[in-house]
C-alpha cells in the first residue's frame, strides 16, 4: 500500500464547483504539504501544516483552503473552482525529526481538470 | 517569483552520453534536495546536499553544491533509457523543510 495516498487521482469538472483533494498518509509524519504542478513551472507550494493546529499558506494559496483533520489527513478544498486551476496536485509529507534534510514524500498526484 | 532556475529544461540524448543538469538562485540555501519524476508518479527524492562545495555520488549520478550554496550541478555519466525522467531540484531557505522547486529538467534518454 502507498505511504502517502491522495484521492480522486483524476477529477473533470466544471467553473464554479466546490472540489475535495484528500491525501492521507501512514507513515506517522507531522508535516503535510500540498502543491501544484503546471508545465515549465516546477511545483509551488499551496499551504503547508506542521502539525494538527498549524496551517500555513504557501507561494499560491488564493483560491485554496486545507483541513488538517488528523496527523495522517491533510485535505485541500477550491471553493470555487476556475479553469486556471486546471493542474496536477500533489500531496507530499515529511518528518519533522531534525532541522532539515529531511525528505519529502509524495503522493501520485491528482490530476484535475476545470472545464 | 520563481527562485530556482533549472537548465536545460529539456534534454534528449542516446545512451551512453553524458549530461549535466544546472540549478541556479540568487538566494542561499541551508539545503537543497534532487528529486525525480515518473509520469503518473509523484517525486521522489534522489539525494540532499548541505554543505558548500559537497559532492554527493549515487551510483552513475553526482550531486555538487556550491561553495556559496546558491547553486547545485547534477552530473549523469554514460547515461541509460532508465535515467528518463523529469528531474527537479528544491532548497530549502529557512531550515525548516518549506521547499522551493525548480522549474525541473525533463531527460529523455534513448537507446
Known amino acids: 500500500d502507498a505511504d502517502v495516498t491522495q484521492t480522486p487521482r483524476n477529477r473533470i469538472t466544471k467553473t464554479g464547483k466546490r472540489i475535495m483533494l484528500e491525501c492521507s498518509q501512514t507513515k506517522g509524519h507531522d508535516r503535510m504539504y500540498w502543491y501544484r504542478q503546471d508545465p515549465g513551472l516546477g511545483l509551488r507550494l499551496i499551504y503547508y501544516?506542521?502539525?494538527?493546529?498549524?496551517?500555513n499558506k504557501g507561494e499560491i494559496s488564493d483560491g485554496y483552503s486545507v483541513s488538517r483533520q488528523a496527523q495522517a489527513k491533510f485535505s485541500l478544498s477550491l471553493e470555487s473552482a476556475i479553469p486556471n486551476q486546471t493542474a496536477l496536485y500533489f500531496c507530499a509529507t515529511s518528518s519533522a525529526e531534525g532541522k532539515d534534510n529531511q525528505p519529502q514524500h509524495f503522493g501520485d498526484g491528482t490530476r484535475l481538470s476545470i472545464l | 517569483t520563481q527562485l530556482l532556475e533549472q537548465s536545460p529544461q529539456f534534454l534528449s540524448i542516446q545512451e551512453g552520453e553524458n549530461l549535466t543538469v544546472y540549478c541556479n538562485s540568487s538566494?542561499?540555501?541551508?539545503?537543497l534536495q534532487w528529486y525525480r519524476q515518473e509520469p503518473g508518479e509523484g517525486p521522489v527524492l534522489l539525494v540532499t546536499v548541505v554543505t558548500g562545495g559537497e559532492v554527493k555520488k549515487l551510483k552513475r549520478l553526482t550531486f555538487q553544491f556550491g561553495d556559496a550554496r546558491k547553486d547545485s550541478s547534477l552530473h549523469i555519466t554514460a547515461a541509460q533509457p532508465g535515467d528518463t525522467g523529469l528531474y527537479l531540484c528544491?532548497?530549502?531557505?529557512?531550515?525548516?523543510?518549506?521547499?522551493?522547486f525548480g522549474t525541473g529538467t525533463r531527460l529523455l534518454v534513448s537507446p
Open positions: 528544491a532548497g530549502d531557505e529557512t531550515g525548516f523543510q518549506k521547499l522551493v
Open positions: 501544516s506542521f502539525d494538527v493546529k498549524d496551517i
Open positions: 538566494s542561499v540555501f541551508s539545503s
